[in-house]
């Protein structure tokens, strides 16, 4: 008896060879014609719903459902980052505050739009609200237009009404007669930080004792919980056989390739060992599957670590000068110190200097003075170039500031996991090295690159770099490649070519994968099924 | 060979699952088959 498929073979067969014998010269042989390939077309439509039918239940009958839920494991790690983040020693309260995330994205105005200009402005008032320190309209005192701009913002903002359109009017209208609106802006918000610092330090030391009280750590004991969880998330969002169906089922991975008579199966396990395996030995090939999750972890590690070489590189050119290390860091630091407490010195200066000449154009506004108009006019631009100054004499300051933060922390034991936990510390800094190293003048990709590079610097189980007094990248190459051939997983220097990093790690994860399928309960060949069915799908929505 | 065929056209779980993958294309094929081989006919003219 022919099964379905035989049946059909010979079906279509016989039913062309009826077709082609048709006469078709005639308008009624036409009309037969076609009456009879609709009568053709209507039994196989059905034979395909029918077949499609059945493909469903049966690749759906395959799938092994995703039952992991890594949400509350995930608000764990939220929380104890959250109480890393206040405990941090490294950084003080402006970063705590997160006034220097705020006031990065203020520095970096060129590429915002003016309603992210007010969230950036709202969000640093609620600060200062937070802290009780919250500033008045005559605080917005660095040039007459900060003031006359602030003052109808803060007017909005306490009206509650949230309507902000009479404000671009006003922005519009200044921003031609001082075009570094937005800078000046910024250093009012430094000045403002500094003049309320005890309100901030106070408030974040209570914030800290409320941490510690409620969560019963300290920054110590927050690390070691964190590893730990850290530890777990990583194991529960390891890629599982669930993952594996999925990525195969959109053509992420070529299923074709994980057949055990594949050609490039056989070669990814061969290329990998040095001496030939017994793959029938489960013990030895447990030890080995092993091994190369190890090696995976460590390889995708490598791959962060050569993505933000450039980071680390521009920091120890910026920052470590080869031969005088112990000189800079003995003499650099009081050296540095003084430099720092010179150019606050100027700024406070500059600032008196600054208020006061903006006290006779602002009170103006409220006194009917009849002062001739070209006075004011004098006095205003004088105040610009008295703010375009300070602005100058700021960027100095900052980089001062962190030279100073990072002369205090290097040493001869400074690791790469160091550097990265003190960009990790600096927002502002870190952002601030991306633009610069990787040429990025797109906020978006900055904060993409930052988010990574976070990601990276906070996962508690990195193992190279905890170790790596900044080597460089060969180095690193060279200590995975030894380890790793002790254990008779054959890597080579090309392996760990950074352009070739991405192809050896789907290398390994084709292995993890094989042994994912093989300790399941489907076998590549479903996943196959499951792949196919799919692509119907695909080809039916397309129709 | 109709009640054999009818007995043969639902019983799919006999097919391997490369066969059932084959199946489908050739059902899909022969639909192509049929719609590139229609005729087109003309209303007017006459039955020549």
Aim: with cysteine; proline share 2%.
């Amino acid at each position: 008896m022919p099964n379905f498929l035989q049946f059909i073979e010979e079906d279509v067969q016989s039913k062309k060879t009826l077709l082609s014998a048709m006469p078709t010269s005639t308008k009624t042989n036409k009309r037969k014609y076609n009456e009879k390939i609709a009568s053709f077309q209507e039994k196989y439509e059905e034979y395909r719903v029918a077949i499609k039918k059945y493909l469903d239940l049966k690749s759906k009958s395959f799938h092994i459902n995703d039952t992991r839920n890594p949400n509350e494991i995930n608000e764990k790690v939220a929380s104890l980052e959250n109480i890393k983040f206040i405990l941090n020693p490294t950084n003080g309260y402006f970063e705590k505050m997160g006034f220097d995330t705020l006031l990065y994205q203020m520095s970096n105005y060129q590429d915002l739009k003016f309603s992210c200009l007010k969230d950036i402005i709202n969000a640093l008032l609620d600060k200062f609200d937070m802290a009780a320190a919250r500033p008045k309209k005559e605080n917005f005192d660095y040039t007459y237009y900060i003031n006359e701009f602030m003052s109808s913002f803060l007017d909005i903002r306490h009206s509650g009404s949230n309507n902000y359109d009479q404000l671009t009017e006003i922005f519009e209208k200044i921003y031609w007669e001082s075009p570094e609106l937005i800078k000046h802006l910024e250093l009012n918000f430094r000045k403002l930080i500094k003049k309320n610092e005890k309100k901030f330090i106070d408030y974040i030391s209570k914030l800290q004792s409320d941490i510690k009280v409620r969560s019963g750590l300290s920054y110590e004991s927050c690390l070691e919980k964190l590893l730990v969880t850290y530890r777990e998330l990583n194991s529960l969002c390891k890629e599982n056989i669930s993952d594996v169906i999925c990525l195969a089922k959109d053509g992420t991975i070529d299923i074709n390739n994980y057949f055990e008579d594949s050609k490039i199966r056989s070669t990814t396990f061969s290329d990998l060992l040095i001496d030939p395996l017994n793959m029938s030995d489960e013990i030895t090939l447990n030890k080995f599957y092993d091994n190369i999750e190890k090696l995976t972890s460590n390889v995708e590690e490598f791959a962060n670590y050569v993505k933000f070489s450039p980071l680390i590189i521009d920091f120890k050119n910026r920052y470590l000068k080869q031969g005088t290390q112990d000189s800079v860091q003995s003499k650099g630091r009081s050296k540095n110190n003084s430099a720092l407490k010179e150019i606050e010195s100027k700024i406070s200066k500059a600032e008196k200097k600054l208020s006061k000449l903006n006290k006779k154009v602002i009170n103006y506004k409220f006194l009917n003075f009849n002062k001739k108009d070209n006075n004011q006019k004098d006095t205003k631009f004088e105040s610009i170039k008295l703010a375009n100054e300070l602005s100058v004499l700021y960027d100095t300051y900052n980089e001062e500031y962190f030279k100073e933060v990072v002369l205090s922390k290097v040493s001869e034991t400074f690791t790469v996991t160091d550097l990265l936990y003190l960009y990790y510390s600096f927002d502002f800094y870190k952002k601030t090295a991306i633009k610069r190293v990787y040429e990025v003048n797109n906020y978006d990709e900055i904060v993409k690159y930052s988010d990574s590079f976070d990601l990276f610097a906070l996962n508690p189980t990195n193992v190279i770099v905890c170790a790596a007094a900044l080597y460089n990248e060969e180095n690193i190459a060279r200590v995975i490649i030894n380890k790793y051939r002790l254990l008779n997983i054959n890597i080579t220097e090309e392996d760990l070519n950074p352009e070739d990093l991405n192809t050896f790690l789907e290398k390994l994860k084709l292995i993890i994968r094989v042994r994912e399928i093989e300790n399941s309960s489907i076998s590549v060949e479903k996943i196959w099924f499951i792949r196919e069915v799919n692509k119907i799908d695909i080809a039916n929505s397309a129709e | 060979m109709k009640n054999k065929t009818k007995k043969a056209d639902f019983d799919l779980s006999i097919l391997k699952l490369s066969e059932l993958i084959s199946l489908n294309e050739k059902v899909v094929g022969f639909q192509q088959y049929l719609e590139e081989n229609k005729l087109e006919t003309e209303n007017k003219g006459e039955d020549v």
